[in-house]
């Protein structure tokens, strides 16, 4: 596993524990050589976004019981693919991010002042829907 940095150079935080998310299912965006799909990007969920992602044949909406997903709903957060956010991006789909929560790997792939472009606002006493 890749150090826990976030996008903005700080501790990695958690990004949902439910549904549980992560490439290694911690609740966490971390990465290592073995992700190949670089699950390193905390997304606020939107309905605008399932409905992309369900079109493009990631259907993330869905429940499917024998690998233990829940399906997801608009609100909840969730690891995403690098290249699947920056895909809904260039679709006009991307879903909000939490940064604080984003692996810096993302960088690879994202531009910081895209994600910066549909960040939430975070405090000390949440995360809140507002844009900045």
Not at 39 to 57: E, M, Q, Y
Not at 98 to 123: G, P, R
Request: some cysteine.
């Amino acid at each position: 596993m890749y150090e826990s940095i976030n996008v903005l150079g700080g501790k990695l935080n958690p990004c949902c524990k439910f549904p549980m998310t992560g490439f290694y299912r911690d609740g966490s965006c971390n990465t290592g050589p073995d992700d190949a799909g670089m699950h390193t990007v905390c997304i606020r969920v939107t309905d605008a976004f399932l409905a992309f992602s369900k079109r493009a044949g990631n259907d993330l909406s869905t429940p499917m019981p024998e690998y233990d997903f829940p399906g997801l709903i608009a609100g909840d957060q969730w690891c995403l693919c690098a290249l699947r956010w920056q895909e809904a991006f260039e679709h006009d789909a991307a879903p909000n991010v939490v940064l604080s929560s984003t692996h810096i790997a993302t960088l690879e792939v994202v531009k910081i002042a895209d994600l910066k472009k549909h960040a939430v606002v975070e405090s000390e006493e949440g995360m809140h829907f507002d844009e900045i």
